[in-house]
């Protein structure tokens, strides 16, 4: 009774009063409240007095000490009790060996398990489970379904845990086949419309990727529970179609409560939607008390604002929440680094260690992917040698993010090295690679190394090539690997189409753009509203604005990055106030502007003259819409303040700003000065580009000329006699920068009035 009652301590007294004249059953009943309460030491004392006094043990005996194993003993002991089981005749019992069978997989020692499995005389459903269980576990989809099937074939039926369980084996598109044969098998069991096997195939073609099943399946169900509205609402928002996600979330609450798990899942779609309003209602129906004790939530709420960039809101929560865990760290850290503020990434980087948070492998990746952003390859070395010689360093994930790294800090060896020196290589390091090469214009060598690769059926790696190419702004090479690519039977995605798009970059391969446009057509993604985006963009970039105007007007929903397009098309033709029109139409519309929307903004000021707009504009990014200026923000008010003469303004813009001016920056002041023919602040900007790109003869170029402008014509001719000295040399130079007398000096002949780089 006091057993049952889960009473210890009255259990033990009684037991230790009557225990001569005990029976086994009583030492069962003992021993297994003992594991039951947490006290595994006290259950094999009594197990081993059990033994002292000449009782034998049954199944019921070793059954919770096996299992106790896992949580409060070692491997070791467990080894031990398996021992004293083949001593008896309980080796051939299937509750004690299926019991054995758990507690392997448990401690990862699979070769053991399967031993133990095999050699068992008879295996029931609940044996099976365990096995496929166990590898389920461990990530050993694969064998996982194949002792499925191998069940199967020994008339072993599944029970309805098997099913959920082998289901869960299904984790990826590449397992999608055998989740619909999985799910015909279920059919065929007529356990189909069980609400638990329902939700697990839900679940299964989820994770696949299959979302038009999961919905038939979901739709096909007699019942749904509060798991199952979680189930479809987390399909969606892993899928890419967090507005559908969003949909089906308010809808379920006309009858069920949401709770932790819904609100997450609405949290995530809302961060890939890009929907901040939708992410703070949310927000905002959170009370703190729920947040209290659930870093779960906490970081999905910062995530959310991460994603809609809002920085500072995701701060604001970290700083509020009581409970930070690693993966709190990490997804603060992860916003810092995709809003490219590598150094506060860094900061948090090492605030987390401070704060006895010792950083795993998304860290790392996190921390990498800061440095390249920063350009801090120091830091990143050292990094690197933090984990050089440990086993994480092993990882294809980590070593994919040190590649990066060393790729766009344009270390290419040391990128070469780290690929070389993988022993594993798979889509993501082959990409990666791919884009190194890209990023350093070693187009050829990445084309190779593409050639190279036997298996290419990954759309991800043509994706890659093809955004190579774009990067290279190579549009023809990106349509013939389209074309390829088609012929190889290989079925474009998004990516493809959004990559080929970003290849034409002008009027001049505008047929390019046509022509994928009419691909688009063709695979039915015009649809899309990423791919409608693009296409959008693209024909804003190749000067065809009526194209453009047209596809942005047949937009059943117009998100941020349609309107920054169409802002941007505007800008390049030099329709500042026109762009001026689409962004004050688009706040009307209740569209919050980001950093790339006012780029835009300022560049169609810049392009069109309107200095006063402009200048409006850039205070209320930072007053109306909290947004801290970036560098580009900053090199577009300073060519706009050029273009007008204003100097001074400009001085004063770039001793204030907040980010150190960059080659650009310095560049478009000093053709400014050499403009408006301002010696001192020409000096001050060339001094300045010679210690940023010292490798460079622009400025020296742009200097002369300014110099020459005013008459200062020795000091022209020193300038670039000081270039030659340095060996620079420019590739193209526009002969109006140039005083004749110099030409000589640059090569430059003159023949009939044209002139001539030698």
């Known amino acids: 009774m006091y057993c049952k009652c889960s009473c210890l301590e009255d259990a033990c007294a009684v037991f230790r009063s009557f225990h001569i004249h005990l029976v086994v059953p009583a030492w069962n009943s003992i021993i297994k409240l003992q594991v039951k309460k947490g006290k595994s030491n006290c259950a094999l004392q009594f197990y081993d007095q059990m033994l002292t006094e000449g009782f034998i043990p049954t199944s019921f005996t070793y059954t919770p000490l096996i299992s106790a194993c896992t949580s409060q003993f070692s491997l070791s002991e467990g080894c031990r009790l398996h021992a004293r089981v083949n001593a008896t005749e309980l080796r051939a019992d299937v509750v004690v060996g299926t019991a054995l069978v758990v507690m392997y997989g448990k401690f990862g020692s699979l070769d053991r398990m399967r031993f133990m499995f095999d050699t068992m005389p008879f295996r029931d459903a609940l044996c099976w489970t365990a096995l496929i269980s166990a590898y389920v576990h461990h990530g050993k989809s694969k064998i996982a379904l194949e002792a499925f099937f191998l069940m199967e074939r020994e008339n072993v039926s599944p029970i309805k845990v098997t099913f959920i369980t082998i289901l869960s084996a299904c984790s990826s598109k590449e397992f999608l086949s055998a989740g619909k044969e999985l799910h015909a098998y279920i059919k065929r069991s007529g356990v189909e419309s069980d609400i638990n096997i329902a939700n697990a195939l839900l679940s299964m073609y989820g994770r696949c990727g299959s979302v038009e099943s999961a919905r038939l399946v979901f739709d096909s169900m007699q019942e749904w529970n509060l798991i199952s509205w979680n189930a479809i609402i987390t399909v969606y928002a892993q899928n890419e179609k967090g507005a559908e996600a969003l949909c089906i979330a308010y809808h379920m609450q006309q009858s069920i409560l ?7 899942s609405m949290l995530d779609a809302c961060a890939s939607l890009g929907a901040l309003s939708d992410g703070m209602r949310i927000h905002a129906c959170i009370s703190t008390s729920r947040l209290e004790g659930n870093p779960t939530l906490g970081n999905a709420i910062i995530n959310m604002y991460g994603k809609c960039n809002k920085p500072e809101k995701a701060v604001e929560v970290f700083d509020a929440m009581k409970e930070h865990d690693a993966v709190t760290w990490n997804t603060l850290i992860s916003v810092f680094t995709n809003q490219e503020n590598g150094g506060k990434a860094l900061q948090l980087f090492y605030h987390m260690q401070q704060e ?9 990746v996190s921390a990498f992917s800061a440095c390249a952003g920063q350009r801090a390859l120091f830091i990143g070395k050292r990094i ?12 294809v994930v980590l070593g994919t ?4 790294m060393y790729g766009k800090s344009h270390m290419l060896s040391f990128a070469c090295q780290i690929f070389n020196l993988m022993p594993v290589k798979n889509v993501v390091c082959w990409t990666a690679m791919i884009s190194a090469y890209a990023q350093n214009e070693k187009i050829k060598e990445a084309v190779s190394l593409f050639h190279s690769i036997e298996m290419k059926q990954d759309v991800v790696l043509w994706n890659s090539m093809l955004a190579a190419f774009s990067q290279n702004q190579l549009a023809n090479s990106s349509l013939i690997l389209f074309e390829q690519m088609l012929q190889e039977g290989i079925a474009p995605n998004r990516a493809t189409f959004v990559s080929s798009l970003d290849a034409c970059t002008s009027e001049v391969i505008l047929k390019d753009g046509k022509h994928f446009h009419s691909r688009i057509r063709g695979a039915s993604f015009e649809q899309d509203t990423i791919v409608e985006n693009s296409l959008i963009a693209m024909y804003g970039r190749c000067g065809s604005l009526d194209v453009a105007c047209e596809l942005f007007g047949q937009l059943q929903k117009r998100n941020l990055f349609a309107w920054s397009s169409m802002i941007a098309a505007y800008a390049q033709r030099g329709l500042g106030k026109e762009a001026l029109g689409v962004f004050t139409q688009m706040q009307q519309e209740g569209i919050v502007p980001d950093e790339i929307t006012f780029v835009n903004v300022l560049s169609a000021c810049s392009h069109a003259g309107l200095v006063h707009e402009g200048c409006e504009q850039f205070t209320s990014m930072q007053d109306d819409y909290g947004i801290t200026p970036t560098i580009d923000h900053y090199n577009c008010m300073i060519d706009l303040l050029g273009r007008s003469g204003q100097l001074d303004e400009i001085e004063r813009l770039i001793i204030n700003m907040k980010v150190p001016p960059t080659a650009i920056s310095w560049l478009t002041f000093l053709s400014a000065c050499r403009n408006n023919k301002d010696v001192r602040r020409g000096v001050w900007a060339a001094e300045s580009l010679f210690k940023v790109d010292p490798n460079d003869a622009t400025p020296y170029i742009l200097l002369s000329s300014l110099y020459a402008a005013v008459g200062r014509l020795n000091d022209a001719t020193d300038v670039i006699l000081r270039m030659n000295c340095k060996g620079l040399r420019c590739e ?5 920068d140039v005083h004749p007398t110099l030409y000589p000096l640059l090569g430059l002949k003159q023949i009939h009035g044209d002139v001539f780089l030698c």
């Open 732 to 736: 193209t130079i526009d002969p109006g």
């Open 401 to 404: 993010a040190i590649l990066n």
């Open 258 to 264: 949401p709770d932790d798990i819904t609100l997450v």
């Open 356 to 364: 006895g948070f010792m950083p795993n492998r998304i860290t790392f």
């Open 384 to 395: 690197h040698a933090l984990i050089a010689n440990n086993s994480i360093a092993q990882d």
